[in-house]
């Protein structure tokens, strides 16, 4: 079986910079696997690698949609799939790296994904608006009470996702995710995710990055986008640090505020990647202590790919 790495974690764990080292060391290129890195102009607050960051390593899947569309995992899937065998047969070592976590587990599996025809998606989304998410959430709870019962009010794009399955398939999401199970993976991957030993200095470091982000322009990237018409709905403005400044520049809360949001906002998505990728049991842990250690980090993915027969 075709033989990849991934190197996942939560968001500010030095996923990037192992990344490229790792290419460099191996001989490989890198695959971008972030839901928001996709989309153009928006480098700042997706924490996009830079030319310099990079080192001449090729990435790929980054810049591949305007902000104004919606992305999916399917159509991700489609184009990095690919580029993951080309990489493959040009004798190279493809390196998947970043922190959504569906993305990564969709490409690896070789899932299938149930019919989308966008119809349903925005029926469901204006039921939302009008009628309140909790109307169908407990419309769910008839249809398909396994789904129903692991999902909260929170988790509206689940909820809409669950109920568009059913309406395009007839099949609940529940049927759809055990069939795919049963398809064996795509790719057997060396599976590297990165977090600190200490969740507080996770915290501290996600807090830094945001900052980091806001020094580097975020507030202007942002004013850009809305100037150059991007709708302020569209689902790549619903991502952290771009929704939160919208609201800002809107007037709807002072700037100090919206920046403070960003920053919680970040580390409760930080929390839920490390649920998502704790669920690999396969994969191998690598805890930065204070401060991050990359050449014995570095030592430990070459050593872990190697192990696996990836050279």
């Known amino acids: 079986m075709n033989k990849i790495i991934t190197i996942t974690g939560p968001t500010a764990s030095g996923k990037t910079r192992l990344g490229v080292a790792l290419a460099l060391e191996l001989g490989g290129e890198v695959v971008s696997a972030d839901s928001m890195q996709v989309y153009r102009r928006m480098d ?8 310099e960051e990079r080192r001449g390593v090729p990435h790929h899947m980054l810049d591949v949609a305007e902000p104004e569309e919606s992305y999916s995992v399917a159509r991700y899937v489609a ?3 690919p580029i993951v065998d080309d990489i493959l047969a040009r004798g190279k070592v493809p ?3 970043g922190g959504t976590g569906l993305y990564v587990d969709s490409l690896v599996s070789a899932r299938g994904f149930a019919a989308y025809s966008g119809v349903w998606r925005e029926r469901l989304q204006e039921r ?3 009628e309140g998410i909790a109307v169908l959430l407990r419309e769910l709870e008839e249809i398909d009470p396994e789904s129903a019962e692991k999902l909260h009010l929170s988790d509206e794009k689940r909820i809409l996702r669950a109920l568009e399955v059913w309406h395009e398939t007839g099949k609940t999401i529940s049927e759809h995710n055990r069939e795919s199970r049963l398809v064996p993976p795509r790719y057997q991957a ?4 990165l977090s600190y030993a200490d969740r507080n200095r996770l915290r501290a470091r996600i807090d830094q990055r945001v ?3 806001l020094a580097a322009g975020l507030v202007d990237e942002v004013r850009g986008l809305l100037d150059s018409g991007v709708p302020r709905r569209c689902t790549a403005m619903q991502a952290i640090g771009y929704k939160e400044l919208v609201d800002a520049l809107d007037g709807r809360e002072p700037l100090e505020q919206a920046v403070d949001r960003v920053k919680l906002r970040s580390r409760q998505y930080a929390k839920r990647q490390l649920t998502w990728f704790r669920r690999n049991p396969d ?14 980090c570095l030592q430990f ?3 872990n790919a190697r192990r696996m027969g990836i050279n």
């Open 301 to 303: 993915a070459t050593e």
């Open 128 to 130: 939302a608006r009008t």
């Open 79 to 81: 184009e990095a799939v």
């Open 283 to 296: 994969a191998r842990w690598f805890l930065w202590g204070e401060e991050p250690d990359f050449a014995a």
């Open 95 to 97: 390196i998947v790296v």
């Open 44 to 51: 700042i607050g997706t924490a996009k690698p830079t030319a």
């Open 190 to 193: 060396c599976a590297v995710v």
């Open 211 to 213: 900052d980091e982000m």
